[in-house]
């Protein structure tokens, strides 16, 4: 089996003009050559164990009862480690016990404003952010318990009041109005079939316009393009089906070049660092850029192969865990985003040749792109919601 990254010939070259930039992309480049000559001195490929499974499991279940101090400062977003812990192991096809299932429910639960919405935690001000969070980890759970505890009135109410005449959406009262709260309102909204005319009206506009003359989209009108708001856009755009009114040719034009020729793995703005994370923020807008597209099944929009090499050998910790790239540390946000990553990679591989990196042991569940959750969880949603 050829290993398609870490080539020599697409390192970066400056010229002999040194930058910051191009000093911390070296840098880079070095550690992550480190990291492939450590997995090639274990032996060949085909007699190694490239996918940690059994680990990453237990990593994501243990997050479920406790976390340690470092996370103290994610006090405002115990929603949002329930669902990065949950779509893990969604992803990983493990089982989630009947008893954690309840305590996630309870605890969800008491993270609802009485007012609509979700904050944080227990007693904490209902935020778009960790509404979304809590909504589909509730979607993840599958059970009707889950979904019944959901307040959809409420939260309807508590959608319209963060809803701007402009089309944006505050992420909580008096709050700020980026893309990320566009796509929790509309994702949330759908998903619990709560979506309005009302909550609707001039959304996709909005959302066009913090499309930027690279092609990608900002978190607002006039800022850098990114990869996290450039998802959020994308896949807000395509729920609303109002896709064509932006141009997706520039969009293609920027998307693919994020991906780093010698990682593999891609990175969030032009001239930044690759990031582990990206593996999905990226790579999850070509399936959804895909349907807008003629013949894009046969332009091989990225290379998934290397993605899954960037992401099996550079991002994966052996006992347990993901990380933004090697040196790191393992966290659940890079986890879970990383996971999804490698969903999307192994179904664009499936597609090609019918190949995955690692061979069958590796492979993962698929992730829906417009929500970043199991098909089947999003399914039973939609038809709960819908009697």
Request: proline share 3%; net charge negative; aromatic share 10%.
């Amino acid at each position: 089996m050829e290993i398609r990254s870490f080539r020599p010939e697409f390192a970066v070259s400056d010229d002999g003009n040194f930058t910051p930039t191009s000093t911390e992309q070296k840098r880079v480049e070095d550690i992550v050559q480190e990291s492939y000559d450590s997995f090639k001195s274990r032996g060949p490929i085909d007699k190694q164990c490239l996918f940690h499974r059994n680990h990453h499991v237990n990593y994501l279940m243990k997050s479920l009862k406790s976390v340690p101090s470092s996370y103290a400062t994610l006090d405002a977003s115990r929603t949002w480690i329930c669902f990065w812990s949950l779509n893990g192991l969604r992803i990983l096809d493990a089982e989630i016990p009947e008893e954690t299932q309840k305590d996630i429910i309870r605890f969800i639960k008491s993270c609802e404003d009485p007012k609509g919405g979700y904050g944080g935690g227990p007693g904490q001000s209902a935020h778009l952010a960790p509404t979304y969070a809590a909504v589909m980890a509730l979607v993840l759970l599958k059970s009707e318990e889950a979904l019944k505890s959901i307040d959809r009135p409420m939260l309807l109410e508590y959608l319209l009041r963060m809803k701007q005449s402009d089309g944006s959406f505050t992420m909580h009262d008096d709050g700020e109005a980026d893309m990320r709260s566009s796509y929790c309102a509309v994702a949330v909204a759908i998903i619990c079939n709560i979506l309005t005319d009302e909550l609707r009206a001039n959304v996709a506009e909005w959302i066009a316009g913090c499309q930027t003359y690279e092609g990608g989209f900002g978190g607002e009108s006039g800022v850098e393009a990114h990869g996290g708001y450039t998802y959020c856009a994308v896949a807000a755009l395509a729920l609303l089906d109002k896709f064509s009114i932006v141009d997706d040719k520039a969009l293609l034009r920027w998307l693919v070049h994020r991906q780093m020729k010698f990682e593999g793995g891609f990175q969030g703005r032009t001239n930044k660092l690759v990031d582990g994370c990206y593996s999905f923020w990226q790579a999850a807008v070509f399936p959804i850029l895909e349907q807008t597209l003629e013949d894009s099944k046969e332009m091989g929009l990225f290379d998934s192969r290397m993605l899954e090499e960037y992401i099996l050998i550079c991002c994966q910790r052996s006992e347990g865990g993901f990380v933004d790239k090697p040196g790191k540390s393992r966290d659940l946000y890079q986890t879970c985003y990383v996971l999804a990553g490698l969903a999307i990679a192994q179904q664009y591989s499936i597609l090609k040749d019918g190949h995955i990196f690692g061979g069958d042991e590796a492979r993962v569940n698929v992730v829906n792109p417009l929500f970043n959750v199991d098909p089947e969880c999003e399914h039973f949603a939609k038809h709960f919601f819908s009697k």
